[in-house]
């Protein structure tokens, strides 16, 4: 595969690079309350417009229709950028029209342009090939014949999109800083972890992450269950869980996974369990087996904190996908953040994945040198994890 390193020392100065990078934020109005993705993205850029590039960025931000949408201008994302490079990001006000095609012809040396949402365009996510292609082809074309793509947007490498994959096809192409360094981490996840080697999964859905479950359990030690999936779990198990979150389709297959593997996983004692879904709820800790009607579970309770911590300070290599419980209530945060402090407290190799357990790392205050890897991409990490193919990845890795 080749990198950034390989596309500088070709040399870049005068030339239009491409870069991909994931600037998927979130957003509050026009206030970005997490600029961790913006950050991630700023090593590419700074080499690329240091050596001289006419750096042109496209990225994508939330879900908009496949047609331009205000609320989802990148706006706010060209603002920060330029706050944190220290020059002026002119934002394009459309993706491969005449608004790019003049921003484009107006870089400088060492300069940085962004396009409007990549997504503004419906043939990015488009299922047919000949229109992603047809994308790709404009964007190739807004770059001239002399321009290069580096891959950057570890958060986008497991989506075949004309941005990530086929414009990979037709532009001389390399992967960023981030995308290769965090392909290294996830080889040294699923190559051969220093054990003991413990896993711990919240967030919301068991259906999200039941496929990176089956495929991490045989070779981890520990699977710690937290968040919102635990209650499909204490439901296998023959609990009653009250008003929380349940996935009653899930069930089957979460007995097979208790019946197979009981004694790596490892189940919540107790639950912090709230009359509403609500920051300001009446709350009460109770054991994981005695959770009342109508109460639902929205944290993990203090033993279980306690347990998963002597687990995860134990560990030489620790994987933490999902917030265990809604951190972004505060009354709700505890169990997150002990599992993260337990994780900075240990020696271990650790990543974490997930855009929602990154910038709970970030809101709970915790050290982000705490952990040897903090993943941009959720999706993407837990798709590798699973064994699954990264066309973004492979797109760089093959022949052209
Ligand atoms: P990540 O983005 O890190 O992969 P997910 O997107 O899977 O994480 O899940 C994050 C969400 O899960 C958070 O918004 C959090 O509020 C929610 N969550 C965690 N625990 C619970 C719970 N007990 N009930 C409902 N939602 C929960
Ligand atoms: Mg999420």
Do not use: C
């Amino acid at each position: 595969m080749k990198n950034l390193d390989d596309l500088l020392s070709e040399g870049v100065r005068g030339r239009r690079v491409l870069v991909r990078a994931d600037l998927n934020v979130p957003l509050d109005g026009e206030k970005i309350t997490d600029d961790g993705r913006v950050r991630a993205s700023l090593p590419t850029v700074r080499k690329l417009t240091e050596a001289g590039a006419r750096v042109v960025l496209t990225a994508h931000l939330g879900r908009p229709k496949g047609e331009p949408d205000p609320k989802f201008s990148l706006a706010p994302v060209a603002r920060r950028l330029g706050e944190l490079l220290g020059t002026d990001v002119l934002l394009a006000g459309d993706l491969v029209g005449d608004s790019a095609k003049s921003v484009v012809a107006g870089l400088t040396d060492g300069s940085v342009a962004l396009l409007e949402n990549v997504r503004f365009d419906a043939r990015e996510t488009s299922k047919d090939d000949a229109e992603r292609g047809a994308l790709a082809d404009e964007l190739a074309a807004l770059v001239g014949p002399d321009a290069a793509f580096v891959s950057d947007g570890f958060g986008v490498v497991h989506r075949k999109q004309a941005s990530v994959y086929d414009v990979a096809k037709r532009l001389p192409a390399y992967a960023g800083g981030l995308v290769l360094a965090e392909v290294e981490v996830l080889r040294t996840l699923t190559g051969d972890p220093k054990r003991p080697y413990a896993v711990v999964l919240g967030g919301s859905k068991v259906s999200d992450k039941l496929g990176v479950i089956k495929a991490l359990l045989p070779k981890v030690d520990k699977l710690l269950i937290g968040g919102g999936m635990a209650y499909t779990f204490l439901a296998a198990q023959g609990h009653g869980v009250g008003s929380s979150l349940l996935q009653e389709d899930q069930i089957e297959s979460t007995k097979q996974l208790l019946a197979e593997h009981g004694d790596k996983l490892v189940l919540p004692v107790d639950v912090v369990v709230a009359d509403r879904f609500a920051a300001d709820a009446d709350k009460q800790v109770v054991a994981a087996d005695a959770i009342p009607d109508g109460w639902m579970g929205l944290d993990i309770g203090p033993r279980s904190v306690e347990e998963f911590a002597g687990i995860l300070r134990e560990s030489a290599t620790v994987f933490w996908n999902g917030p265990a419980g809604v951190f972004e209530f505060p009354a709700f945060a505890d169990g997150t953040r002990g599992i993260a402090q337990a994780i900075v407290d240990s020696d271990s190799f650790s990543v974490v994945g997930g855009g929602d357990s990154a910038a709970a790392v970030r809101t709970l205050g915790l050290p982000e040198d705490g952990f040897s890897h903090i993943s941009t991409g959720g999706g993407a990490s837990l798709e590798y994890l699973e064994g699954k193919d990264l066309p973004g990845v492979a797109v760089l890795e093959g022949e052209r």
